[in-house]
């Protein structure tokens, strides 16, 4: 009978270890919360408060931190026609054209009726043709 109780001991499992090859180590956090890449869902309300911080800055003269405003309002609320023709106005300031006729473009798709359709399409027109990037 000592055998019998001798061999119900010996019949501990084995140590587990993390070596099964379904199981991956995780990467540790990101350290530097910055270098993260900032994902935009739908949210009018940060959009508002981005144009708004925009005129702000618009009014004072300061056209890159308002355009890099209005380009937040854009991404946080892509259906935002304000925000793109504020934007194109403030790109045209700086003379970024070709930032200008993209945001115009799409001021244009989401608003194909405005009043004041025309005279982008002519503003538009009058500027030069976009080269092909290489």
């Known amino acids: 009978m000592a055998c019998g109780s001798l061999a119900a001991q010996d019949q501990t ?10 199981v991956q180590e995780q990467e ?4 530097d919360e910055s270098l993260i890449p900032k994902v935009y869902v739908l949210n009018p309300l940060e959009g508002s408060r981005n144009i708004t911080a925009g005129n702000f800055y618009f009014k004072k003269g300061n056209y890159r931190a308002a355009a890099r ?3 937040e309002a ?29 945001a ?20 538009i ?8 990037k290489k």
Do not use: M, Q
Not at 13 to 22: D, I, L
Not at 28 to 31: D, M, N, S
């Open 104 to 123: 115009y473009t799409k001021y244009l798709a989401l608003v194909p009726d405005a009043k004041n359709a025309d005279s982008i399409k002519k503003k």
């Open 13 to 22: 499992p084995p140590p587990k270890t993390n070596a099964h090859p379904a």
């Open 74 to 102: 854009t991404r946080w609320d892509p259906g935002s026609s304000e925000a793109f023709l504020k934007l194109a106005e403030t790109d045209e300031k700086v003379r970024d054209l070709a930032g200008a006729r993209d």
């Open 69 to 71: 405003r209005y380009l």
């Open 125 to 132: 027109a009058k500027w030069p043709a976009v080269s092909a």
């Open 28 to 31: 540790p956090p990101e350290e």
